[in-house]
Structure formats: C-alpha cells, structure tokens
C-alpha cells in the first residue's frame, strides 16, 4: 500500500470513496475530529456533516454524509454513513425543504420535549446549512 491513510466512504447505495489520503476531518456526533496515519482506533457516531478529505496532492475534496459511523484504525478509517455523496451533488434545496418541514414541526410542538427535539432539529438544519454555504463559498467545483 502507498504511504498514506487508508480512507474508505461507503453509503447504502455505493462505494463514494476509495483512496490513500494524507489526512481526513470528520464531523462526529461530539464535533469534528481529523484522522493522520497512525491514528489511534476509535469508533464514533457521526452526525450530517461535511468530511474533508486532503489527498496526497494537498487538495482537499468535501463529501456530505448523512450520520452514520466512523470505524478508526492506525492505517486509515471506513466510514459507514446512511447517505454520502461528494460535495458537488450536494442538494441545497432538499435542505432548504428539510428546514421548512423542521420549522412547521417546531411551530406545532406543544409540550417542552417535543420543542426542545423541534428547537435541536432545527439547529442541526440550520449549522448545515451555514456550513454548505461556507464551503460552496470557498471552493470551486
């Protein structure tokens, strides 16, 4: 294997990734984290988030995933997300849906709990999008 980190995204519908990296940022449940060769094993939950990949070239490449699991080991990391698609087929208005749907439900809730799930439905929606924004912003596909 080359020098490098091994890094594999896998969603339900396909392989979106497979290569020898130089490092990778991940957004895990806790908060983002990046992974270098010889990482120590770990196995988290992620939340949506934006996965940034630096290749050997030192470009970095974004790719979406929708939860799921990061599986950590000393040579590279799986990623195991229920959605995944590289940044490029990232679809802003099915987030702006999302968030519409998310402010309907939070409008309706009437007890604490179910604000409080609405009020955190909501702010996960909103990070996410503040954050496509920033990348969008900054990067050319």
């Given at each position: 294997?080359?020098?490098?980190?091994?890094?594999?995204?896998?969603?339900?519908?396909?392989?979106?990734?497979?290569?020898?990296?130089?490092s990778v940022t991940v957004p895990g449940t806790e908060g983002y984290f990046t992974v270098l060769i010889d990482h120590a094993p770990l196995m988290?939950?992620?939340?949506?988030?934006?996965?940034?990949?630096n290749d050997q070239n030192g470009r970095d490449e974004i790719y979406f995933?929708?939860?799921?699991f990061a599986d950590v080991w000393?040579?590279?990391?799986?990623?195991?997300?229920?959605?995944?698609?590289?940044?490029?087929?990232f679809d802003h208005?099915?987030?702006?849906?999302?968030?519409k749907v998310a402010e309907v439900e939070l409008a309706m809730a009437t007890t604490p709990e179910d604000k409080?799930?609405?009020q955190e439905v909501?702010?996960?929606?909103?990070?996410?999008?503040i954050e496509?924004?920033?990348?969008?912003?900054?990067?050319v596909h």
């Open positions: 294997m080359a020098e490098g980190l091994k890094i594999e995204i896998v969603s339900p519908e396909r392989l979106v990734l497979s290569e020898v990296v130089t988290i939950t992620l939340r949506p988030g934006f996965v940034t990949v995933v929708k939860g799921g000393p040579e590279g990391l799986t990623i195991l997300a229920e959605h995944s698609v590289p940044f490029a087929e208005g099915d987030l702006s849906e999302q968030i409080s799930f609405a909501m702010s996960a929606l909103a990070n996410l999008e496509a924004r920033r990348i969008n912003s900054a990067h």
